[in-house]
């Protein structure tokens, strides 16, 4: 099958049909809008349905009720928008809906800019809204794995009956890069005897997000966190990039991670033993790749790369904990880290120089 | 070698697309493509540019804040961009639409009339791919093949008639300099 040119925005668009998505509730806002153009275009022409509501709020409601009704589900915004959809989603996760939600975010706090950032990392990965809850949080790093992602992240969200959040930058969303369509897979719809659809004579569905007695909410609540504990063990994802005998390890994840890529790169071909742990899921947070990479004995320090002012960092500390130095290099506010800045950084680490 | 473009104009110059067509080329030659548009406010009926990236390694970052080479269109974009050009580089100057001269001394400057080329081939429109044509000779990028295949996948369906007239102005572009350099010798 040809390479396509595709934006990371239609990416997400184009690999939610192929997961067998047909319903889209979104609003506007850039940098994600591309998504919504596209799908106005591609979801009527395999029969779904795409809408956009009148706000976040309608937005994330309408989600709740299509994957309530047993729809394969999916809405999209930026970090305002994702902000005003936390109700609905903490919502979703009580009652244990599947559905797929895209956050690519901008520059924040407030309304912010739309350049590339990384700074919802906090929000994403502590659940977001009220309550005790997680969602699982996926974050490519190029056109094509977004395709592939956006199957990954339907399957994760229909095992485990859980929202799945997928979070980008406008760098990421905005870019083309070349895609390998392949032939459309077949994608299989589970049973929904969950679902509100009509109870064929069987028992009531009930779907819930009321625990008024403090028992029950107790129990529900324990009945999600063995959830949560299973998804930490079975679902940590991530990549090594040269990490084998690498001193310094990089931690980056979707675009400071492509430059980190560079700065191992450039690193290596000056004999600078430098490797690269770029999380897939930021929660779970892929702590094996870790305790793995410290079991090889060789590794002196770990810098984390973000474009944020350090949230990241929190996990790689908690995973680290303690055997060995975890420092820190971010640009900010819709600013990228540059090459040969992150190389100073590691320059500094490793040979004590001074830039 | 070139790996770096960047390529600016206003909003309506066809710059956008001539981007996806050095990033389809890139592709047809198997390389690893990136395009990344100016987005947001400022594209909206005012400048509007794009990085494209082709290279023989994987892209690390695809925002080219410092090209190898720069096309302009416009004006604003030359005064926008001139300075971010790599020393030694390249700029294309679109001199029909700019009156001025390139200020650097250390860059290659190379002037082609687009728009005026272009009323001649009879299709105003087409000015941007005879920059771009030029821009191809000139640094190599990809092959003037791969662009001309490339016209089916970026022009849109109810635009496939127009794809003549574009190569036309993609060769013309091509042999601008290639004319000058002969005649100067002649």
């Not at chain 1, 700074?119 to 794995?145: C, K, M, N």
Request: charged content about 20%; aromatic content about 8%.
């Amino acid at each position: 099958m040809a390479k396509v040119l595709m934006k990371g925005n239609e990416a997400f668009g184009e690999g939610a049909i192929r997961a067998g998505c047909r319903f889209y509730f979104g609003y506007p806002i850039t940098p994600q809008s591309e998504l919504a153009h596209f799908l106005a275009k591609r979801m009527p022409e395999v029969g779904g349905t795409f809408l956009q509501a009148e706000s976040e709020l309608a937005s994330i409601n309408m989600v709740f009720g299509a994957a309530g009704a047993g729809a394969r589900v999916m809405t999209s915004s930026s970090g305002p928008g994702i902000s005003l959809m936390q109700e609905g989603i903490s919502f979703i996760a009580c009652a244990e809906l599947p559905c797929v939600i895209v956050n690519i975010m901008r520059g924040g706090p407030g309304l912010g800019n739309i350049a590339p950032v990384q700074s919802d990392y906090f929000q994403a990965t502590r659940g977001g809204g009220h309550g005790d809850y997680r969602l699982i949080v996926l974050a490519p790093s190029s056109v094509q794995e977004i395709i592939d992602l956006v199957w990954e992240a339907f399957v994760l969200a229909e095992k485990y009956l859980n929202p799945i959040l997928m979070l980008g930058d406008g760098l990421l969303g905005q870019m083309m890069e070349p895609v390998e369509l392949d032939e459309e897979k077949e994608f299989f719809i589970p049973l929904r005897p969950w679902a509100a659809s009509g109870r064929m004579g069987g028992p009531k569905r009930i779907i819930n997000t009321l625990y008024i007695v403090p028992e029950e909410a107790e129990k529900h609540n324990f009945k999600l966190n063995q959830k949560y504990k299973e998804i930490e063990v079975k679902e940590q994802r991530w990549e090594n990039y040269q990490t084998k005998d690498a001193q310094l390890v990089l931690v980056a994840f979707g675009t400071a991670a492509r430059v980190c890529k560079g700065v191992v790169d450039y690193c290596r071909e000056q004999g600078l033993p430098v490797g690269l742990i770029r999380p897939i899921t930021l929660w779970p947070f892929p702590d094996k790749a870790f305790d793995y990479i410290l079991s090889l004995g060789t590794v002196r320090y770990f810098l984390s790369v973000e474009m944020s002012t350090g949230q990241m960092i929190e996990d790689i500390r908690l995973a680290v904990d303690g055997r060995r130095p975890v420092h820190f290099y971010g640009r900010f506010g819709g600013m990228l880290p540059v090459l040969t800045d992150v190389v100073k950084e590691v320059k500094k680490l490793l040979l004590k120089e001074e830039p | 070698m070139f790996e770096q473009v960047l390529l600016a104009g206003f909003g309506g110059q066809g710059i956008l697309s001539a981007g996806q067509l050095l990033a389809y080329a890139g592709i047809l030659e198997g390389k690893y493509v990136t395009w990344v548009p100016s987005y947001g406010a400022e594209m909206r009926g005012g400048t509007a540019n794009c990085g494209v990236t082709i290279s023989n390694r994987s892209i690390s970052s695809p925002i080219v804040s410092d090209p190898e080479a720069l096309m302009v269109m416009n004006r604003p974009s030359l005064e926008k961009f001139e300075q971010n050009v790599v020393t030694n580089g390249l700029i294309v100057v679109n001199s029909s639409l700019i009156n001025c001269k390139v200020e650097r001394k250390d860059v290659q400057v190379m002037y082609i009339p687009a728009n005026k080329l272009a009323e001649e081939l009879g299709n105003n429109k087409v000015a941007v791919n005879i920059a771009l044509g030029a821009l191809i000779f000139l640094t190599q990028i990809v092959s003037l093949e791969a662009v001309m295949e490339s016209l089916g996948k970026v022009l849109p369906p109810h635009h496939q008639k127009l794809i003549a007239i574009n190569q036309r102005a993609l060769k013309t572009g091509a042999q601008y300099f290639d004319h000058l350099a002969k005649e100067k010798a002649g």
